[in-house]
């Protein structure tokens, strides 16, 4: 055998370009397993040479980068990539009709929240302050408080104004009522009235004494009159009833007479009382508006330009009068809801406050608001309630605003999924929006829970501009299921998860992570820094002409790599603790990868990457658990035989196999159907499968794969182990691009690295996937020490050479293909199968006596089987 031996130089088709030596294309084949071979040299031509190393990873030159370090370079606070979502959110903003509103439609972790939000913040400033809204009590009907709209500023104001008022007005009433002036007059309308009593009644009782009775004070029927004896007291029942007959009778008329003259003396009495109580109230009000007057009549001519508070003002000063009774024992009867709201302030009963709903600054411009907890109440507000010595109440000074409150006049934005987990939420927002009105509406009367009356505020009109953000996914089912959706969210900004890999762009990517730096407090970072954060980037687009706009990962990783450089008391952070903090990353996530390798290195996972085996291929596969995504060689096992020709995906049926794996399977069978069975039905059956997978395989990426391992099963040639392989093809034998190209690279480099780099290995990608090539620097490294390798195909005959180390074979004129190919040896097999089933049928036809054996026939003819089966295989597969 001509070649290299195992301690030699790697073999010819595994030679890096200008590798020292000469030789045949052959090399010496190890054994691997059952079904290893070890064929003869053969005389190959010479294959697809490996990718160079510049291929394989992008790296972003020091002179794009025109700095020394992102200290002094401008934070980019504008939309980065995101050209498309500025344009609609900038009119989204601007156009003033009903319905458009925004909805935010990207992956988690694009920073659309922030983009979005400094933009709004940005136009926010430049307009005015919307208006304040206050909740008064509506003296008529408390039940249904009044809402005031104010100017920016005003409701806060005004709240203060009337707080302070009532404590001027408490303290100046209750020393006016405790006056001696006060008390005189009081004592002597009081006097007046006891004189006017007592004369009234000591005429009546002198008229009565006249006619023998008394008039005297019963409890608790009040006065009466009474039989008198001699002296004057009143006469006892028992003498009384010794009297006469005629006696008792005059008496009891003279009682008659003057029971009667005392009502009508009582009735005069309660008349001359009312009119001492008006009296009394006439100078409790005298005294009450000389103080009160003063001090509202200032506040009134301070928001003369307000009507409604004007209104209310005055309304304030005809209900005070009728309750100075909350004045003076203020300090006896506090509400439940000022002991409960607002302890130790001297705050007015709860009918003479004022709810400040919703207060602006005036110098802030309108309100930008994010809300966290979209739940029913926190969106339109809601009405507290109290206990209060075992009573629930409320009133309206528990009326608690919403961030739709919050946001009026200006911008609200809203997380969709978590607005869509809160019951009632959606809808409610949804007939706000509608409506262009704040009515507060409970939940427990919406659903009849609960007979409790409420309060019914005055609703609040409603103008303010709507962001929702989400993914694509929650978008497109809303889009499904709520027809509505279409005329409240009249705009969408789809944003984009990566933007070309440009000089420019990389300069624009630089100002993103000085912007970030600052934002989270972090060292600046020098050029290396920069270069190698791009870089970074574009592997997570998997894409050299990309680069990653997940501002979250990003800044994570910057974050964790501003620790090294605190760690290491560096000014600057650079590209090694950009890498140190890669390097712990995957240290700290690396758990569940070790116990895959840990596997393979124990034998416990079989995997090999030397010597030929027919029939098995290695594949690579992404491996994902939880925020864990690696990738690992998995490899393919195909058998074949004779059969109706049909391919059993194992992993199908038992229910493994992900439905786009499946239908890779069957694309083999048609691949091979056409090019093998064009003139008559292929009699043949293959099983493949994926050894020791015991959880769900989807994707087609294993479809070139398992299409090499299928022709070597059926062609009983040989599959180097040496070589991974992924992609995908397709009916025609195109092979096309993957993804996760970089992780399947380096977990079969990894799984290599385990059992010992020889040189020999490598892998075989889609030519597409070139593009996508980032990898690790271990790998690079490997690659640049000759002891690794990569190729790119771009049609499957590229890879069966690669894989079983012949070429694959082109058809000629004559419907054959070359002696020695990998097709002729498969077309050969396929004939096989095809007389075998002739053979059959002619055994059913023919007696059993007049069957000739094959074998015979061939001999006798002088041709060996082999070149009988090609003779006939060349009349059935023309062209």
Known sequence: MCGAGSDGPPPAIFRPAGWPGGGCLGYTRRHAGPGSVGPPCRRLKPLSKPLAISQLYRSTPLKHLPFRNTRRLKPMT??????????????????????????????????????????????????????????????????????????????ATFKQDVHKLWRKLSDRIVSAFESDRYQ??????????????????????????????????????????SPMAENGEVMALEVFNKLAAPAQERIKAAMADMDSRLRKVARKLDQIEERNRDQIDSLNDEVALAVIDPLLDRLLEKHAAHPRLVSYLKSYRTDL?????????????????????????????????????????????????????????????????????????????????????????????????????HPYAWQSLKRALRAKSLKLSSLEQMLTLTGTVSLEPDAIPLQLKLVLLGDRETFYL?????????????????????????????????????????????????????????????????????????ARGVADLLRESGYWAGQAGAECITADHIRQALSGRERRHDRIRRLYLDDIGKGNQLFSCEGEVIGQVNGLTVVSYGDASFGLPSRISVTAHYGSGEITDIERDVELGGAIHSKGVLILTSYLKARFGAEHPLRFAANIAFEQSYSGVDGDSASLGELCGLLSAIGKLPVTQ??????????????????????????????????????????????????????????????????????????????????????????????????????????????VWHDAEKDDDEDEDKPAAAVVPVPVAVAASGESRATAVRRRHRGVNKH
Request: hydrophobic share 40%; aromatic share 6%; net charge negative.
């Open 78 to 155: 504008d939309f980065l990539g995101q050209d498309r979502a500025r344009e609609s959110a900038e009119m989204a903003v601007a156009m003033p009709h009903d319905g458009y509103n925004l909805f935010a439609i990207g992956s988690n972790g694009l920073g659309k929240r922030t983009m979005i939000r400094r933009y709004l913040e940005s136009v926010a400033r430049q307009r005015p302050a919307p208006s304040d809204w206050i909740y008064v009590n509506n003296f008529k009907d408390p039940r249904y408080p009044q809402a005031i709209e104010l100017p920016a500023g005003l409701g």
């Open 184 to 225: 005189d007059r009081r004592e002597s309308l009081k006097g007046e009235l006891t004189r006017v009593q007592q004369d009234a009644l000591a005429q009546l009782a002198a008229i009565g004494e006249k006619q023998g009775v008394k008039l005297v004070l019963r409890t608790p029927g009040g006065y009466g009159f």
């Open 321 to 421: 009068l009728d309750h100075l009774e909350l004045v003076l024992n203020a300090g006896e009867n506090q509400d439940a809801t000022v002991s409960v709201g607002q302890a130790g302030e001297q705050l007015p009963p709860v009918r003479y406050q004022v709810n400040a709903l919703v207060s602006r600054d005036p110098k802030q411009g309108a309100p930008v608001i994010l809300e966290d907890l979209p739940t029913h109440y926190n969106l339109l507000g809601h009405v507290e309630q109290v206990t209060y010595m075992g009573t629930v109440a409320t009133d309206f000074t528990l009326i608690r605003p919403g961030a739709l409150h919050r946001a009026n006049g200006g911008f609200l934005m809203i997380d969709a999924e978590q607005v869509l987990e």
């Open 478 to 550: 809303l889009q499904e299921f709520d027809p509505e959706l279409e005329t409240v969210f009249k705009m969408r900004a789809d944003f984009e998860s990566d933007m070309p890999r440009t000089p420019e762009n990389e300069l624009v990517y630089a100002h993103f992570l000085a912007d970030i730096a600052r934002r989270e407090g972090l060292p600046p970072l020098d050029r290396s820094g920069v270069a190698r954060l791009i870089e970074e980037s574009a592997r997570t687009a998997d894409d050299q002409e990309l680069l990653s706009l997940h």
């Open 722 to 831: 040496s070589l991974g392989i992924t992609g995908s093809v397709n009916q025609f034998g195109e092979v096309q691009p993957i993804g996760g190209v970089n992780e399947k690279i380096e977990g079969f480099f990894a799984a290599c690295q385990l059992k010992g780099l020889t040189g020999h290995q490598g892998v075989i990608i889609p030519v597409q996937n070139i593009r996508h090539l980032m990898l690790r620097e271990d790998v690079l490294a490997a690659i640049r020490a000759g002891r690794f390798r990569i190729h790119a195909v771009s049609r499957v005959e590229e890879a069966i050479e690669l894989l079983l180390g012949r070429p694959a074979g082109v058809m000629d004129a004559e419907g054959s293909y070359p002696e020695g190919s990998v097709f002729a040896a498969v077309a050969e097999r396929f004939a």
